[in-house]
């Protein structure tokens, strides 16, 4: 089972910029879809992003034209660049695959506030 490691959250103010990193402990390349999610306190873990195999990206409409989510195969690294950030981003983020199937990490927190 690959292990996910969360990185790159932070304290922003409005508007600023965070770079999130997933590193798998092994091969992500034959995995069809992976996604970050996120749960903000009090609620669910929801999906915000996804990319698969091919490179197609899918966006929940909360980040879209914000957030952009990227992959590199060979580094089995999924990357979320999220801009313009927002008070309600903030939340835990975490990657998994789409469906989730894989253990969970730890998460990266991001906290937006001024």
């Known amino acids: 089972q690959l292990q996910l490691v969360e990185s790159g959250g932070g304290s922003v103010q409005p508007g600023g910029s965070l770079r999130l990193s997933c590193a798998a402990s092994?091969?992500?390349?034959?995995?069809?879809?992976m996604g970050w999610y996120r749960r903000a306190p009090g609620k669910q873990r929801d999906l915000v992003a996804l990319i698969t195999s091919g490179g197609s990206t899918n966006y929940a409409d909360s980040v879209k034209g914000r957030f952009t989510i990227s992959r590199d195969n060979a580094k089995n690294t999924v990357y979320l660049q999220m801009n313009s950030l927002k008070p309600e981003d903030t939340a835990v983020y975490y990657c998994?695959?789409?469906?989730?199937?894989?253990?969970w990490g730890q998460g990266t927190q991001v906290t937006v506030s001024s």
């Open positions: 092994g091969s992500i390349f034959n995995i069809r879809a």
């Open positions: 998994n695959a789409d469906p989730p199937g894989l253990d």
